[in-house]
């Protein structure tokens, strides 16, 4: 008597199943080449001088806040010309975001989240637009352009006067309203 062709055909597949799945276990217990190839042979590592050009984060305290400085007035011009077309004439009219107003309305069931309202630290208002704006032109403005608009929305948001000059040693010691609105992290894995 023989056996079914369907038998068979099972028998052969469990085997070339077994010796495959043999093979593919022997493949990753081999050890590693001597010099592997690393990457994926395009571009270069970077220069220091390419490294500092992305070294630019500013922390809470104000380090990393570059020499220069902004006022009030100088912030309403660079504003008008590079920041209004998308939050407004006054950061009010939008379409993009909302930067002034909402003091107050955080524990509201409407919150309005904006730099008066919510950021806890000035300096980080610098990083982020130093960094990231305006959106069509990112690290485009100067460093004096930067703490310029800073000043200017500080001010629209009653945080600085006028007569305001932002410099990095102003700009550090600027109090927001929100800087004790967060609560830290209370799980033990996470670093204070």
């Known amino acids: 008597r023989g056996t079914s062709p369907m038998f068979r055909f099972n028998v052969v597949a469990a085997v070339l199943v077994i010796t495959l799945g043999m093979g593919w276990q022997k493949g990753l217990a081999t050890a590693p080449e001597a010099h592997p190839i690393m990457g994926y042979g395009f571009g270069h590592a970077p220069s220091d001088r390419e490294l500092q050009g992305w070294d630019i984060d500013v922390r809470p305290t104000g380090a990393g806040l570059p020499a220069g ?70 690290q485009s403005l100067t460093n004096d352009e930067v703490y310029a608009v800073v000043a200017w929305l500080l001010y629209q948001n009653d945080i600085i006067s006028t007569e305001a000059v932002l410099d990095a040693e102003t700009l550090s010691a600027v109090h927001m309203p929100n800087r004790n609105g967060f609560m830290p992290d209370p799980r033990p894995d996470v670093s204070r």
Request: charge should be positive; hydrophobic fraction near 30%.
């Open 69 to 138: 400085q902004g006022t009030v007035s100088q912030g309403a011009t660079v504003f008008a010309g590079k920041c209004a077309s998308c939050h407004g004439a006054t950061g009010r009219e939008g379409p993009m975001d909302r930067l002034v107003g909402g003091q107050g309305t955080l524990a509201s069931r409407q919150p309005v989240k904006t730099i008066g309202s919510y950021w806890p630290y000035a300096t980080t208002l610098y990083d982020y637009i130093r960094r990231a704006m305006p959106f069509n032109a990112p």
